[in-house]
């Protein structure tokens, strides 16, 4: 920046820019096909043991807030904590989500989507 405002060296401001532009869009494309095929392997998951439209919203839920809690699906999906209860446990036996009860009332964690979601190093 001293080179620019002592200089006016604008070339290698612009060029450091949209370099570092670039290799953060490549980064936010690489996630973005990682969170895309995990969010296919988990629909093809479901769809392999269940016909439960409410099991696919529940998936397509984890991608908005990949921690939830029955009383969420209670509301969001509107059936009963039974029924969301069982959803998770399905969930939970096919690895898509984790029960953790350091949380209260009990939270279910899409623990592989949290970790495709973070930033990796640069390529």
């Keep these: 920046m001293y080179a620019v405002s002592a200089r006016g060296e604008w070339e290698n401001w612009v060029n450091f820019f ?3 532009a670039e290799l953060s869009a490549q980064r936010a494309t690489r996630t973005i096909d990682k969170i895309l095929t995990l969010h296919a392997k988990y629909v093809q998951q479901v769809k392999a043991v269940s016909r439960s439209s ?22 969001e999906i509107g059936v009963t ?3 969301a209860r069982n959803m998770l446990r399905q969930l ?21 989507l949290i970790e495709v979601s973070r930033p990796g190093p640069p390529a």
């Design 81 to 83: 904590d039974a029924a």
């Design 18 to 20: 949209l370099e570092v």
């Design 92 to 112: 939970t036996e096919l690895g898509i989500i984790e029960e953790s009860k350091a949380y209260f009332p009990t939270a279910w964690i899409a623990r592989e």
């Design 54 to 75: 409410n099991l696919l919203s529940i998936v397509d839920m984890l991608f908005r807030t990949p921690v939830v809690q029955a009383k969420t699906i209670v509301s």
